[in-house]
């Protein structure tokens, strides 16, 4: 069989082993790339070696907590040992507190904005370096429609799916000239296991579907999908671009 999408054999760095990322991870390995899987979340991790293996791939995890500049440029040399420079990296970290501006302190914002952008900043920042050098790379960050979209009860998430678009615009303009692209993913309303409490109460459900021009919520494999087409060789000529997965969300 043709590999189409040019990505058997290749490695990949993916931080966030959970809900998006790790349909993301099984997406990329079922395609024979090779895997650093990362995330603080033991049971998280060890779901995904599993079902990679299941699929007869490889995948290293990597049991870490990122929010910190240290310890996210250690997870990226602990990458380069395990794999070399890795081809792919996947940003798929993110958080959310649903409370109103008023509601939220400092601390919160601190924390949101660490977790989500910061995190972005370091890794991207670091394994930029390292692609730089090699002369080629793809990098996809996941955003969201909130990065466009002013949903109540988003601030802090919402500034900084903003920022991580801005981010990825400017990484890309820098380091196209070295061959390295850098994209985005911005997911509407979709169904994970952490959405799913939050979406089975009070109606959410058929609150989000009904703003949602496509009538339904979107499925992790839909979002994995579009990272796997913006890691491989078919998007080699894209570059600074957010691709929303969202139902036609963002049209209304």
Request: proline share 2%; charged share 20%.
């Amino acid at each position: 069989m043709t590999d189409w999408l040019g990505l058997a054999g290749r490695s990949a760095l993916v931080v966030g082993a959970g809900g998006l990322g790790a349909a993301s991870a099984l997406a990329l390995a079922a395609q024979g790339v090779e895997l650093v899987a990362v995330d603080k979340d033991a049971a998280a991790l060890e779901s995904l070696e599993h079902a990679v293996k299941d699929l007869g791939g490889v995948v290293h995890t990597v049991l870490a907590d990122v929010a910190s500049a240290e310890r996210s440029r250690e997870i990226v040399d602990r990458a380069v040992e395990l794999v070399g420079t890795p081809q792919l990296f996947l940003h798929a970290i993110g958080r959310n507190d649903r409370r109103s501006v008023l509601e939220l302190g400092d601390d919160d914002w601190d924390f949101i904005l660490r977790l989500n952008l910061s995190t972005a900043w370091w890794l991207g920042q670091e394994v930029g370096r390292r692609m730089v050098a090699a002369g080629t790379g793809r990098i996809v960050f996941v955003s969201s429609v909130s990065a466009l979209l002013a949903h109540a009860n988003h601030a802090p998430y919402a500034a900084t799916k903003g920022g991580i678009n801005q981010l990825m615009r400017v990484m890309a303009r820098e380091w196209a000239p070295f061959g390295v692209g850098v994209n985005a993913v911005g997911p509407g309303y979709v169904e994970t296991d952490l959405t799913r409490d939050y979406l089975d109460v009070d109606g959410h459900r058929e609150s989000l579907e009904s703003l949602i021009p496509a009538g339904r919520l979107g499925r992790p494999e839909e979002v994995a999908d579009a990272v796997v087409f913006l890691c491989s060789q078919r998007a080699g000529f894209i570059t600074g671009q957010c691709l929303y997965i969202d139902g036609g969300r963002t049209l209304v």
